[in-house]
Every structure is written in C-alpha cells, then in structure tokens.
C-alpha cells in the first residue's frame, strides 16, 4: 500500500495529511473553510485516493495562507506516497462536464512541476452559507499542489458559466487525472516511466 503522511507547522497554519493511493476514495477533511472541504472531498472522492486532512490556519485575517499550505501539504504528502515512481502510469487526463461547464485537465507525474492554468471566473468571490471565497485561491493552490507534488499541470475551463460549476469540474478533473496518473501498468509494474532511468 502506497501511504504517506506529513505534517507542515508555520506561524500561519498548522497541516497534518495522511494519503493512501490505493484507497477507496474515503476523506475526513478539515480546514476551516467549507468550500475548500467541498474540493477536497471531491479530489479523494474521484481519485479514489484516501486523503485526511486536519487544518488550522489563520482563517480570521483570510483564507489564502489555509488554502495555500493545504495544496501544498496535500502535495508532499502525493510526493512521498509515490516513491520513486516505479510501475505508474505516469501521464493522465480527464473532460469533465457539469451541467453547462466543461473543463479539460491533463496531467505527468513526471517530478517536473508546472502548472498552466487557463480559468476564468464571472466573479471574485463564491458565496456559501460559511462565507465568501476569493476565486483567485483557486490557482493558488493547484500552483502549491502541483509544486509540491512534483506535477505538470495543466488546468482548462473550456466554457461554463456557474462559478462552483467551473471549479468544481476542475478538481474533479485533476481527482481523475490522478486516479489515472497513479495507477500501477501491469505491463512495466517495476519500471520508473523514463528513459532517464528516473522521475
């Protein structure tokens, strides 16, 4: 069983995530911010990766630092589940529909982070009944999750028009993708994806 665990601890937040590649797709998020718990829920519920996630973080000021450090933690935690990579599927992608919103996202785990993020959003913020969410978080924390993971990324909202439609399609996207991505071939399940001989 691919699993991993970390804990991340700054004067802004306190992160501990726990991982496992080769879940079910079972979740216990907590960070403070009810949307992003939404998003979260979603990434381990499609990528049938189990994801714990308990998150403290200076929520009273904004909720970048939370949303930033849990991409990042979230990513590390990827990161050091995956070893040196040996036997996965390496490259993924995924369309995602949701009502009048499709979104495209591709991805290699190839240890060489970048994202391109190509989402536009209607409004500043998503409002829930936990408060209002700045929509420019979004990219950071696909941009922290993608260089902590070690993940070229990229991220595209092809139309759409619902703000939570647009992000929404894009986790479940990247959730996909990694389902895809991680998955052991059968065919080289003790060869790293590479003719570099490493990821």
Same mark, same amino acid.
């Given at each position: 069983?691919?699993?991993?665990?970390?804990?991340?601890?700054?004067?802004?937040?306190?992160?501990?995530?726990?991982?496992?590649?080769?879940?079910?797709?079972?979740?216990? %998020?907590?960070?403070?911010?009810? &949307?992003?718990?939404?998003?979260?829920?979603?990434?381990?519920?499609?990528?049938?990766?189990?994801?714990? /996630?308990?998150?403290?973080?200076?929520?009273? %000021?904004?909720?970048?630092?939370?949303?930033? #450090? @849990?991409?990042?933690?979230?990513?590390?935690?990827? !990161?050091?589940?995956?070893?040196?990579?040996k036997g996965i599927?390496?490259?993924?992608?995924?369309?995602? =529909?949701?009502?009048?919103?499709?979104?495209? /996202?591709?991805?290699?785990?190839?240890?060489? =982070?970048?994202?391109? *993020?190509?989402? $536009?959003?209607? +409004? =500043? $913020?998503? @409002?829930?009944?936990?408060? #209002?969410?700045d929509t420019e978080?979004? $990219?950071? *924390? &696909? !941009? +922290?999750?993608?260089?902590?993971?070690?993940?070229?990324?990229? /991220?595209?909202?092809?139309?759409?028009?619902?703000?939570h439609h647009i %992000?929404?399609?894009?986790?479940?996207?990247?959730?996909?993708?990694?389902?895809?991505?991680?998955?052991?071939?059968?065919?080289?399940?003790?060869?790293? =994806?590479?003719? $570099?001989?490493?990821?």
């Amino acid at each position: 069983m691919r699993k991993a665990n970390i804990e991340r601890n700054t004067k802004e937040t306190s992160i501990a995530v726990e991982v496992n590649l080769d879940g079910q797709g079972n979740y216990n %998020i907590e960070t403070g911010i009810g &949307f992003l718990n939404h998003m979260l829920e979603q990434l381990s519920r499609h990528s049938l990766i189990d994801i714990t /996630v308990k998150a403290k973080g200076d929520t009273h %000021i904004d909720y970048h630092h939370t949303t930033e #450090d @849990t991409g990042i933690a979230i990513g590390e935690c990827i !990161q050091k589940a995956l070893g040196d990579r040996k036997g996965i599927t390496r490259y993924a992608n995924a369309y995602i =529909p949701m009502d009048e919103t499709l979104s495209r /996202v591709a991805l290699d785990l190839s240890n060489r =982070p970048y994202l391109i *993020w190509k989402v $536009k959003f209607n +409004a =500043p $913020k998503i @409002t829930s009944s936990q408060g #209002d969410f700045d929509t420019e978080l979004f $990219k950071e *924390w &696909f !941009q +922290a999750f993608a260089q902590a993971s070690g993940t070229t990324l990229h /991220v595209e909202n092809l139309y759409g028009d619902n703000n939570h439609h647009i %992000i929404e399609s894009c986790y479940k996207g990247l959730a996909r993708s990694l389902r895809k991505a991680v998955a052991v071939d059968e065919r080289e399940h003790n060869v790293i =994806p590479s003719t $570099k001989g490493q990821l």
